[in-house]
């Protein structure tokens, strides 16, 4: 699904001054924590009224507190370690090889118009809306959870098949990117079709140099974006000067 966001769902992706940011938050391991600490601490407290009857408050007290506590001190400490992992935010992002000049372009171009919403399914509560990914003037951010974000310029080849092969000898359905440092850039096993098809398009269309399919021909050579991707990028920067 692709859509432009209206100006307040805008501000609701950035409320914290940065959608980058926003959409970091969406993983970590001590969401994970948090909601085990969470979950043990509520099984305790029902486990204690239950037994209230039975043991007396003071004994289904005590037996409550043996998974409360626990359960409160997990909860703690996902709390922290997640608040220290989004506090990294910005330098995530920078593995990608984006620069703090990027970061800040990318921050204004998502607040201009034209800019569109990329998601694999029509869910637009919060936990989805972290997990899409966008086009802007001059960026892409595939929907993942991965905090990667490219220029539309480096993107050589974006393409949806279903023959990418599997170590057993079978076929995949696969959305794959690849980008000008000769690296894989995206890659999604098994995303829904009509989807995928659909940000191929967009991608191609914002960026018409980009290669769109996975089996095509050039001067009367055939080339195969999967199983020969360095081809494929060395076919395109000497396409377009950029070797």
């Known amino acids: 699904m692709i859509f432009e966001p209206d100006d307040k769902l805008k501000q609701k992706m950035t409320k914290n001054g940065s959608v980058l940011q926003y959409m970091y938050s969406v993983s970590g391991a001590g969401k994970g924590i948090m909601a085990m600490g969470i979950m043990l601490a509520l099984i305790g407290a029902a486990l204690a009224a239950v037994l209230m009857n039975t043991m007396g408050t003071q004994g289904a007290v005590r037996f409550g507190a043996v998974m409360i506590i ?29 620069t703090d000049q990027d970061l800040r372009r990318i921050e ?3 607040r201009q118009p034209g800019t569109v919403l990329l998601s694999m399914d029509k869910a637009k509560d919060t936990n989805s809306l972290k997990q899409m990914g966008f086009i802007t003037a001059n960026y892409v951010k595939f929907p993942a959870v991965s905090p990667c974000v490219f ?20 076929y995949d359905c696969a959305l794959i990117a690849y980008v000008t440092d000769d690296e894989l850039g995206f890659m999604q096993r098994n995303p829904p079709e009509k989807p ?13 140099r980009v290669i769109t399919d ?17 081809e494929v990028i060395q076919l395109h920067k000497r396409v377009y000067g950029k070797i």
Request: hydrophobic fraction near 35%; include cysteine; aromatic fraction near 14%.
């Open 70 to 98: 626990p359960g409160i001190l997990l909860t703690v400490l996902g709390v922290f370690m997640q608040q220290k992992k989004e506090r990294g935010w910005a330098e995530a992002y920078k593995k990608c090889g984006l």
């Open 108 to 110: 204004q171009e998502f």
């Open 151 to 170: 220029r539309l310029e480096d993107i050589v080849a974006c393409f949806y098949t279903k023959k990418y092969l599997c170590q057993d000898g079978g």
């Open 196 to 208: 995928s098809l659909s940000i191929v398009k967009a991608i191609g269309e914002r960026n018409p």
């Open 214 to 230: 996975h089996y095509f021909s050039y001067e009367g050579k055939e080339y195969d974006a999967v199983r020969k991707p360095e």
